[in-house]
């Protein structure tokens, strides 16, 4: 027979894939009422006691007083410990505690900055560090740039050879990041994942689904960033080079940071959000 939806959850645990436990623990230590407890201990004590009668005559007469008997007690206790770690209940502690005061936004789009928002949707991660060694092969690097070339004429789009070989050289310098989408089929979520908090390396990610995990993931954040076209990328960078004046390297950094963004960062169609939990519903 199968089970009904209401079965199927009350049977079910949650498999978390990223826990950003700084942030979960002090969410919860400002909602709950007591802080963030590290572990619980149970202490069962046991009391026993033994009592001893002495009595009895020598040559028929009692040792102690005719018809008296003598009793000795000794009391014992002892006691047993057993202690619990609740870490791994914290996430599920917090997802009761934003559920319980009405903390969460189911949809991203009518969220303001800042606010907490569950996403569900198609989760892919992408480990750039792998793509950063990879670039630093010459071969490597010069098989990517005419694969480029290929694809772009494909596309019947203009290409700068020299502009291709200087993008492939910027991403080398990057540092190691790993990011992550969620595509909930009607907006695309994009983060950084730190990779200390992914309860599985992202190197195995990659290795078992390639940068598309199957199945439906839930992301809890906070937003952080909303779509924003070319244009107004270009127009921020160009209002914050104006704060700098007569300081040519900061503007120059402007300029390149904003290019690494379109190259390997979020994209514009995009939002941003800041993550504390991914996770899947695992029935059991």
């Not at 623990?25 to 033994?50: H, M, N, P, Y």
């Not at 700068?160 to 907006?187: C, K």
Request: charged fraction near 25%; charge should be negative; proline fraction near 4%.
């Amino acid at each position: 027979m199968a089970k009904s939806k209401k079965e199927q959850t009350e049977q079910s645990v949650l498999d978390f894939l990223y826990v950003d436990a700084v942030r979960v623990r002090s969410f919860i230590s400002q909602l709950g009422e007591i802080g963030v407890l590290d572990g619980v201990t149970e202490t069962d004590a046991l009391d026993a006691s033994k009592a001893t009668t002495f009595s009895g005559s020598i040559g028929g007469e009692p040792i102690i007083g005719s018809g008296v008997e003598r009793t000795s007690e000794r009391a014992t206790s002892e006691s047993q410990s057993r202690t619990y770690d609740v870490q791994h209940r914290l996430p599920v502690s917090l997802l009761n505690l934003l559920e319980t005061q009405n903390l969460i936004q189911r949809k991203i789009v009518d969220a303001a900055i800042g606010d907490l928002v569950v996403c569900s949707g198609t989760l892919s991660i992408i480990d750039t560090s792998f793509h950063r060694e990879l670039y630093s092969s010459a071969k490597m690097k010069e098989l990517s740039v005419r694969r480029s070339e290929e694809r772009l004429k494909k596309e019947g789009q203009t290409y700068d050879l020299e502009s291709l070989h200087i993008e492939l050289d910027m991403i080398r310098m990057i540092p190691p990041f790993v990011q992550a989408l969620v595509d909930t089929g009607n907006v695309a979520v994009w983060l950084t994942l730190r990779p200390e908090s992914l309860t599985t390396p992202p190197h195995e990610i990659n290795m078992k689904h390639g940068v598309v995990l199957q199945g439906s993931w839930t992301l809890l954040g906070i937003k952080d960033s909303t779509p924003s076209l070319a244009p107004e990328i270009l127009q921020d960078a160009t209002r914050l080079k104006g704060r700098f004046e007569n300081q040519s390297m900061i503007a120059e950094m402007i300029d390149v940071l904003t290019a690494l963004r379109g190259y390997v960062g979020r994209p514009p169609s995009s939002y941003g959000v800041t993550p504390l939990l991914i996770y899947r519903e695992a029935n059991t």
